[in-house]
């Protein structure tokens, strides 16, 4: 398939068109995929060792908060910010939600999700570090995560 660009004026409103002879499931797919800005992809800036950082969304596994500090884990670090943890959960794409009262996960970093008494749920992250996710949030997370097999 073809993909042509056009630059339009900042003022303009950005849309898709895609032309094709046929419409399956891969193609409703994609549609869903750019209109649910799924691409999208956010800079944020945390500090470690007294450096200041930039981290891109994809990269953040979970960010859990403690009084007025916010910890950003990815992979291989543990970055802090200041940012309050209501302020990331509106500027983060759509597939960081907040897990607990002090935490939010980037379910596209989940590998396994395992649930524990009392209505718990754990999720574990690639570099073996887990969060929990509280009682409160679980149907939520699940209802996303049933939405997203369907596009």
Do not use: C
Not at 1 to 19: N, T
């Amino acid at each position: 398939m073809k993909v042509k660009l056009h630059r339009i004026a900042p003022d303009e409103e950005e849309y898709a068109a895609l032309y094709t002879s046929r419409e399956d499931a891969s193609l409703m797919r994609l549609k869903n995929y750019i209109e649910s800005e799924d691409y999208h992809t956010v800079v944020i800036h945390a500090e470690k060792n007294g450096a200041l950082y930039s981290i891109l969304s994809s990269t953040i596994y979970y960010i859990e908060s403690t009084q007025d500090i916010q910890y950003i884990h990815t992979k291989d670090a543990v970055y802090t910010s200041r940012v309050r943890l209501y302020v990331f959960l509106d500027s983060l794409p759509r597939w960081f939600v907040r897990a607990s009262r002090s935490a939010i996960i980037n379910l596209q970093q989940v590998m396994r999700y395992t649930p524990l008494s009392g209505g718990l749920m754990q999720a574990e992250f690639s570099n073996g570090e887990t969060a929990y996710i509280s009682r409160k949030y679980v149907s939520e997370i699940r209802r996303f995560l049933k939405d997203a097999e369907k596009h």
